[in-house]
C-alpha cells in the first residue's frame, strides 16, 4: 500500500500563540507490523519529536518520512497544543503519582503526561476514512455529528495517572487509560477496540476494575466488540 503523505493538510492547522507552545509527533510501529507481533504486547515507539514551530515541522519532514518508510511505522500528531509549562505540573503530580504507589520507574513519564495531558484548545478531530464510497463517508459524517464529546476531567486524569502507575494501563497507552477514567468518572459502560488487547483480557480487567474501586469509582464494563454484540 502507498504511504500516505498528509504534512501540507496538517501544516495549517498548527497554531503557535505563546511562548512554549508545541506540538508532539509520535513515529509508532503497531504491532501487527512487527516482525514478531506474537513477541509484543503493544506498539513501539521509533522516535518522538516536540514541534515548536512551523519551520522546526518543515525542517523534519523528510526524516520523518524517511524513517516511516525504514521502519514500516506511522507518524501521528497530537493537533491539541501543548505547553511546557503547563506540561511541567503535570509531569510533577504524576511523579508523585508513581512514588505513592511504590513505581520507582520514571523512564516513560515524560511521554505519557504528553499524551493525557488537557489542551486548552477546542478538540481538533481529524478523521482518516480509508474508503472510496463517498455516500458511506457522508452517513458516518452524520453519524460523529450526533455523537456526543465528554470533556476531560481532573477526576478522570488523575485516574488515568492512577491506572498507568499502577500497572492497570501501560504508560506507553495514556489515552486508553483516559479512555477507561472517563467512563468511570461518567459511569459510562466502555466498548474496547479490537487493537486493545492489554485492556479487553480477564487479568488486566480484575486489576483496573480494583483501582477504580480504591480511587472510590465504580468500574466501568470492559468488553470486546464481539462480547458486546454477544457474538
Not at 497554531?15 to 507552545?21: E, S
Not at 463517498?134 to 459524517?141: A, E, R, S, V
Request: proline residues 3%; aromatic residues 8%; charged residues 25%.
Amino acid at each position: 500500500m502507498a504511504a500516505v503523505n498528509n504534512f501540507s493538510e496538517i501544516r495549517p492547522l498548527l497554531n503557535f500563540k505563546q511562548q512554549g507552545d508545541f506540538y508532539y509527533i509520535q513515529l509508532i510501529k503497531r504491532k501487527k507490523d512487527q516482525e514478531c507481533p506474537e513477541k509484543h504486547q503493544s506498539a513501539r515507539t521509533i522516535k518522538t519529536y516536540i514541534v515548536e514551530s512551523l519551520e522546526y515541522f518543515d525542517l523534519k519532514k523528510k526524516e520523518i518520512i524517511d524513517l516511516c518508510d525504514h521502519f514500516n511505522c506511522r507518524a501521528g500528531i497530537n493537533l491539541h497544543r501543548r505547553n511546557h509549562k503547563d506540561l511541567a505540573f503535570e509531569v510533577l503530580e504524576r511523579v508523585a503519582q508513581n512514588l505513592k504507589a511504590g513505581n520507582y520507574n520514571m523512564s516513560r513519564v515524560y511521554d505519557s503526561v504528553i499524551g493525557s495531558v488537557k489542551s486548552k484548545d477546542e478538540p481538533i478531530w481529524v478523521i482518516d476514512f480509508d474508503s472510496k464510497d463517498f455516500t458511506l463517508g457522508l452517513d458516518l459524517l452524520q453519524l460523529i455529528d450526533g455523537i456526543q464529546v465528554l470533556a476531560v476531567s481532573a477526576n478522570a486524569r488523575n485516574l488515568a495517572g492512577q491506572l498507568m502507575a499502577r500497572h492497570g494501563i501501560p504508560e506507553s497507552e495514556p489515552r486508553d487509560a483516559l479512555h477507561i477514567s472517563i467512563a468511570a468518572v461518567k459511569m459510562d459502560t466502555i466498548l474496547a477496540g479490537v487493537e486493545f488487547r492489554h485492556i479487553a483480557n480477564a487479568d488486566t480487567r480484575a486489576t483496573i476494575a480494583q483501582i477504580c474501586r480504591d480511587c472510590g469509582y465504580i468500574p466501568p464494563s470492559i468488553c470486546s466488540p464481539d462480547e458486546f454484540l454477544g457474538t
